[in-house]
């Protein structure tokens, strides 16, 4: 028999937040929603409320908590409505289990906040561990959080690694990590193609579906640039152990090659309810909602090496892990304003490889032992990467 937890999903109108919803209601005897946060979508997350009844719900200001008050009122429902990143951090805090599906920097402290009160952390917020990872790291192996991957990668290479792992890749007799990456909607596509793309071409992925930032960063392979440092972080793994292979059909989500020449992959359809389940049981197994994969109508799964010249991201990532300290912290900051720009049309697509690059250029690496000076880095970078892209514009005279 197992025993009841109280969830709090920070971002639960989501794509990963909605997914893990659909999961946990189909166990109301294993988990009872504590507390439920959004940030504009107040609307679908009155909608949520009505359904699993939180103790909890947070929004990111007063007028959505008048409004939101103002849906739930007359109801039966009991929830309370906080306001703010003090309240997301308390209900990260008060909650057995945590699913961290805020996208962006904006995930750090929540999802910090429920590593330091030791609970079980899912993380989605990938961003969060790239900021901070020694920092993060830390905090978990300090504070005895369980921290459980959800990005369908490193869920795979979870699934792939012994127990034991924690004592060393090499020691367990694994050789690589093999992260696989779709390629994005352009794989093929020639710089001159890149060069005009829009932004309703780069949200619509091939494989998954999934909220608008990590889409763009997928079609950049920005996204596994950012997974190839969670990788590094999440599994004590050096950079040279960890190689990238695209496989378009996504039915394998990544391998880990041992000593002897076994490779173990986990494969499955593209659909997050399966790592998703996959940590809300750990160690146990529950059934997510996904079919199975049907053997005889998968066509051939085909591989490659990425293509660093037209993913310049991918590249850039590897370095900023390389070079250590703030750098991943400015690359994610920089990355996250010349998408959000991109999106608004103030950025060409390769654009976006600029402006990063460019910050990257500009600040020098500091040692990112505190959070203060990991959140200095990430304001800095913001402020130069907008500068930047107001460059562009004036440049360009679309502004
Ligand atoms: P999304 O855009 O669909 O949802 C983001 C959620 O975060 C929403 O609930 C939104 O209200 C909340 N949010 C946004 N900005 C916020 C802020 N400033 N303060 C508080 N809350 C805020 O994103 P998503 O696709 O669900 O991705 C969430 C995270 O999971 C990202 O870090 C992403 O990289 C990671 N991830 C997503 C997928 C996927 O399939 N969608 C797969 C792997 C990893
Ligand atoms: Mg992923």
Not at 37 to 48: D, K, M, N, P, Q
Not at 282 to 306: C, D, H, K, Y
Not at 314 to 342: C, D, Q, S, Y
Request: charged share 15%.
């Amino acid at each position: 028999m197992t025993a009841l937890q109280t969830l709090t999903v920070l971002g639960s109108t989501g794509s990963i937040g909605r997914s893990t919803l659909d999961v946990v209601a189909r166990y109301p005897e294993r988990y009872r929603v504590y507390a439920l946060t959004a940030f504009s979508r107040v609307i679908e997350l009155s909608e949520l409320c009505l359904t699993f009844n939180p103790v909890y719900a947070v929004v990111a200001d007063d007028a959505s908590a008048s409004l939101l008050r103002e849906k739930l009122q007359g109801g039966a429902n009991a929830t309370e409505v906080l306001v703010g990143e003090a309240a997301l951090a308390r209900v990260a805090e008060e909650a057995d289990t945590v699913m961290a599906a805020i996208v962006g920097a904006a995930g750090l402290l929540p999802t910090l906040a429920a590593v330091k009160a030791g609970r079980r952390v899912l993380l989605a917020n990938k961003e969060a561990l790239v900021m901070s990872g020694a920092l993060f790291m830390r905090a978990v192996r300090e504070h005895g959080a369980t921290l459980l991957p959800i990005d369908s990668e490193h869920n795979a290479i979870f699934q792939c690694l012994p127990a034991n792992h924690a004592q060393g890749l090499a020691s367990v007799g694994v050789e690589k990590l093999l992260l696989t990456a779709s390629g994005g909607p352009f794989r093929e596509f020639s710089v001159e193609q890149l060069q005009s793309i829009t932004p309703a071409q780069a949200i619509k992925h091939p494989n998954w579906s999934m909220g608008q930032k990590i889409s763009v960063d997928s079609a950049t392979l920005m996204n596994k640039g950012l997974e190839f440092i969670e990788a590094c972080w999440l599994f004590a793994a050096r950079s040279d152990q960890i190689d990238v292979v695209v496989h378009p059909q996504s039915v394998i989500h990544s391998m880990v090659c041992y000593a002897d020449g076994s490779v173990l992959a986990q494969m499955g359809q593209p659909d997050m309810r399966t790592p998703i389940a996959h940590a809300l049981a750990w160690p146990e197994r529950i059934a997510s909602g996904v079919p199975a994969l049907n053997f005889a109508q998968l066509t051939a799964l085909t591989f490659e090496a990425p293509d660093l010249q037209r993913f310049p991201c991918l590249r850039l990532a590897k370095e900023a892990m390389t070079a250590g300290g703030t750098h991943p912290a400015v690359l994610n900051a920089a990355n996250e304003v010349a998408v959000a720009a991109f999106l608004a049309g103030k950025l060409d697509f390769l654009g976006i490889a600029r402006v990063i690059e460019q910050v990257l250029n500009e600040i020098p690496v500091s040692a990112a032992e505190e959070l203060a000076t990991i959140l200095a880095a990430d304001a800095e970078a913001r402020q130069r990467a907008h500068a930047i892209v107001a460059h562009y514009l004036s440049k360009t005279g679309e502004g």
